[in-house]
């Protein structure tokens, strides 16, 4: 059985029944362990070294457990006669490991709520998927963040689960969500989790390193198909990329922002503190709606560019 049939197949089941709430969810299972964990081990008193060396402890422990998790599902999905349901059984699981529909439902909510001039909605409706504040943004703001969270997250949401599912199967997949889970839950630069979710952070970046580079590349294969600026978008990449405070998070905005020829970045508030992040992009043309679409378009675009080049490969 071909691993990237599997993964077209998980690929064309979250587009066609998205990916379900429920607290059965994979993810939110993995969000419950890390917590209970967490629960166990985290103490305010330990010393930074103690609170780094407990954090590995459940980086550790979360990722032997998916991993194994994932070879158990797997084998048992071969125990199954029909090939078919072998297919369908994998690509379920991994369904629930990608988000492209629910990525680009959230974002398109946005785009129309501003399209028929519903700007307070739109606000709120983006402060579900970004974590500055967006009580008071406007409409160009409310934009760049939809647009930054698109590219961004097509590389933690899309690339990444099924770059390690193409080299391992399901146990890497599951792996990889469990490290990005660990990540969104542990790796704050705050007083609470500075030291404790290090190792979490840390592991994080390494595992999305190859994958964001490569969501790069695919961008700009998506911004020729779709006849966008990929000059721009390689000149964005290679300028820009390395000015985000991620090591990986520059290289999908700065190329999405080139091939639209729009700037993303600037100032944004958490919890009230301003924080600048540095610009990408030049501002060629002004933020609008529609850059949303074009970021939706470029996400599928470059999703279906991986399992493509994916398929050829393997």
Request: proline share 4%; charged share 20%; net charge positive.
């Amino acid at each position: 059985m071909s691993p990237m049939i599997v993964a077209v197949v998980a690929f064309l089941l979250d587009a066609l029944i998205g990916d379900p709430r429920s607290k059965f969810h994979p993810v939110v299972l993995i969000g419950k362990l890390i917590s209970l964990l967490e629960k166990f081990l985290r103490r305010d008193s330990d010393s930074p070294l103690k609170q780094v060396v407990k954090g590995g402890v459940l980086v550790y422990a979360v990722v032997i457990a998916s991993l194994l998790v994932g070879l158990v599902i797997e084998d048992l999905s071969r125990q199954v006669p029909s090939l078919a349901a072998q297919i369908f059984i994998q690509a379920l699981v991994l369904s629930f490991m990608i988000s492209p529909r629910t990525l680009g439902d959230a974002a398109r909510e946005i785009y129309w709520l501003l399209e028929n001039d519903n700007l307070p909605r739109a606000r709120e409706k983006v402060g579900w998927i970004v974590g500055r504040d967006t009580a008071n943004l406007n409409e160009a703001e409310v934009t760049r963040a939809a647009v930054e969270t698109v590219s961004e997250n097509t590389v933690d949401g899309i690339i990444s689960p099924l770059f390690y599912f193409a080299i391992g199967g399901l146990p890497l997949a599951i792996f990889y969500r469990a490290v990005n889970t660990m990540d969104s839950m542990l790796g704050y630069k705050n007083e609470k989790y500075f030291f404790f979710g290090r190792i979490a952070a840390r592991l994080d970046d390494v595992a999305n390193w190859i994958p964001a580079r490569l969501t790069a590349v695919l961008f700009i294969g998506a911004a020729v198909i779709l006849r966008l600026d990929w000059r721009n978008a390689f000149k964005m990449m290679r300028r820009d990329a390395s000015k985000h405070p991620s090591p990986n998070g520059g290289y999908a905005e700065a190329t999405v922002a080139g091939a639209l020829n729009i700037r993303l970045g600037g100032m944004n508030y958490y919890f009230g503190q301003p924080h600048f992040r540095a610009y990408m992009g030049e501002p060629n043309k002004s933020l609008e709606a529609a850059h949303i679409l074009g970021a939706i378009r470029m996400m599928y675009t470059a999703t279906i560019l991986f399992l493509m080049c994916a398929c050829v490969i393997r």
